[in-house]
């Protein structure tokens, strides 16, 4: 008995240090980040998230690559083609909202009369947009001083700016500040938790904020002569939904680009699910690197609001299906229906006497034999009975 437990304590002692050898297995890299390059070794993409073989990605330009091969932390990817425009892409200018009616005074001469102001109909029921936050100590260097604050990164502070200006512009925000420490490979089994629950209220898309780990140059840009970041949109390939969420990336892209060009630097096809296998309208978005100012990435926030309407359907009006209205009953009601058929059906028998008696008299005749004998004898039997 005590051999055995001096073999199974070197046994252990030996397969500790093994294990805590073993590389990151996780959707992020623990430390640096990788470079992605194409034939020709021109650099396409620059992340901290864990690359694999099988891997793609939509430049900026809208050209694919898929990953070949992955040396460490360099990976290296093939142009595979230019990538379709999405499916059913959407173009949604931000309607102004409507002035209030002025209403017009009496006639001159006339006496005053209070003005009857009628009540105000029921307002739509505004989209709701839920956002959380499975990595929430992701912060800032140059403005929170560290690149995590675990349990309040300064990644909050971006989602901040995104719901409110997502308010601002008539959507309701479930803003949802769940903490899913530590920052691990088990931070989305904790997210998916709180995914769930955000469900339940029927958002019409959620969005996972998220700040990259790559050079500041890899996500340094402005726009109108601000200084932004520029965001990553991130797509998991363990997802059922795959092609609708794809497409649904393409259709935020279409709008930034059309919008705010350079604002997104590309789609990344991603191993994992990132929860977005619970529903097609889930989408992480990487805003900066830690390297980046956070005021930099509270700016392409509001920004990004800005195209949410812009590729976002709008609800659908009307009633809810299956509460629908019947259709109206046709004109002059049902009864004409009812006459018409019994005009085709009489029209049926006089045909049928006239072909098995060969003259109109015998049809008369054989009916009104019908009509004294034949059908009295009916009434009768049912009368009995």
């Keep these: 008995m005590t051999r055995i437990a001096v073999i199974l304590a070197l046994l252990l002692c030996i397969a500790a240090p093994a294990a805590a050898a073993e590389p990151f297995t996780g959707p992020e890299l623990s430390d640096g980040y990788m470079t992605v390059v194409d034939e020709n070794g021109r650099v396409i993409l620059e992340t901290g998230l864990a690359v694999h073989p099988g891997d793609g990605f939509v430049a900026a330009d809208n050209r694919f690559y898929e990953v070949r091969a992955v040396e460490g932390t360099l990976a290296r990817a093939r142009f595979v083609r230019d990538e379709p425009p999405p499916l059913a892409a959407m173009s949604r200018p931000v309607q102004a909202p409507v002035p209030p009616d002025i209403l017009p005074g009496p006639p001159a001469g006339s006496p005053a009369e209070p ?53 601002a512009l008539g959507y309701a925000v479930e803003n949802d500040q769940t903490r899913h420490d530590p920052h691990d490979a088990n931070a989305y089994q904790r997210s998916r938790r709180t995914f769930k629950r955000l469900l339940e209220q029927s958002p019409a898309t959620l969005f ?77 978005v990487e805003f900066g690197t830690q390297y980046n100012t956070r005021e930099e990435a509270e700016r392409s926030a509001a920004l990004f609001a800005d195209l949410v309407p812009l590729f976002l ?29 019994a005009g085709f059906l009489a029209a049926g028998i006089a045909g049928f006497l006239f072909v098995s008696t060969g003259s109109w008299r015998e049809a008369k005749r054989k009916l ?13 039997r049912k009368r009995k009975d």
């Design 368 to 380: 009104a034999r019908f009509r004294r004998f034949e059908f009295v004898n009916f009434l009768g």
């Design 115 to 167: 003005a009857r102001i009628e009540p105000p109909s029921p307002a739509p029921p505004k989209q709701l947009v839920a956002v959380y936050y499975t990595h929430n100590d992701e912060s800032y260097i140059p403005t929170d001083g560290a690149a995590t604050i675990p349990g309040n990164g300064g990644i909050y502070r971006v989602g901040d700016a995104f719901a409110q200006r997502l308010v």
């Design 313 to 341: 359907a709008p609800a659908a009006a009307g009633p809810a299906a299956g509460t629908a209205d019947p259709p109206p009953a046709p004109p002059g009601g049902y009864w004409r229906d009812i006459l018409t058929i």
């Design 208 to 284: 996972d904020i998220h700040r990259d780990s790559a050079p500041r140059s890899a996500y340094q840009h402005a726009i109108d002569d601000q200084p932004v970041v520029k965001l990553l949109l991130v797509v998991g390939r363990q997802n059922q939904n795959r092609e609708a969420t794809m497409n649904y990336a393409k259709q935020i892209k279409a709008a930034a680009d059309g919008k705010y060009e350079g604002l997104i630097r590309g789609i990344f096809i991603a191993h994992g699910n990132y929860n977005q296998d619970m529903n097609p309208q889930a989408m992480l």
